[in-house]
């Protein structure tokens, strides 16, 4: 991989082999439009991949979340680098729509473009930087955790509003809790704490973060 970076550059593969790309690659594919419902599950060993047009999913792997995945997003792309039997799940947690794109189709276009092998490559690049990422997290404070596991989400699904940034009722205590592995109550506790200090508040069963902007919009 790090030869590639240096034939390409990182900012080129970040700007030529992305999913928005890859989305145009195959438009001369005929993918089959399916709407997704809360708690669906996709899965990597199906006849498909997958382009999510709107809604939200959560890989997981023994029901734990590793990574939140939204619009304009692949899912099923690494079935074509990994074994069978390394099934990959998708649950739904937010409703939405999906176009799903025959995986022999996918592969043999792929394989037809001078450069498609990249797509694959550069998704596996980006699966592993996100479970590193999640990975050094666990090592940090149970406070930590939390704050940057909420600023996260807010950056990339949540909507902003007067007070700050309202992060959608999918992600709530009992999926925070999974995602940082730490208990349930150990989540109250700490959004107990930011509430007090008026970072956070909850409305309608939506954490809401109280920015101040500046250089650091997420700061206590």
Known sequence: MEQILELYGRDTLEDKFNDSNLFRQLSSLTPKKMEIKKRDVLTS?????????????AQKKLGVPLAVIGGGSFIGLNSFLFQKNDVE???????????????????????SLQEGWLY???????????????????YKSG????????CQLAEKFGTPVQEGWIIPR???????ADYTNMTLN????????YIAKGWLTIEKYHFIIKTKGGDDPWEL
Request: a positive charge.
């Open 89 to 111: 799940k998708y649950e739904v947690l937010e409703a939405g729509t999906v176009l799903a794109f025959n995986k022999k189709d996918t592969l043999f276009l792929l394989l």
């Open 120 to 138: 694959l490559l550069f998704r596996e690049k980006k699966q592993n930087e996100i479970l590193v990422e999640n990975q050094l997290l666990l």
């Open 143 to 150: 406070q930590d955790r939390v704050k940057e596991t909420l």
């Open 186 to 193: 150990s989540i109250k506790r700490i959004t107990e704490i």
């Open 170 to 176: 999918c992600f709530n205590k009992k999926f925070l």
């Open 45 to 57: 060993s199906s006849d498909y991949i997958y382009y999510i047009v709107n809604g939200t999913l």
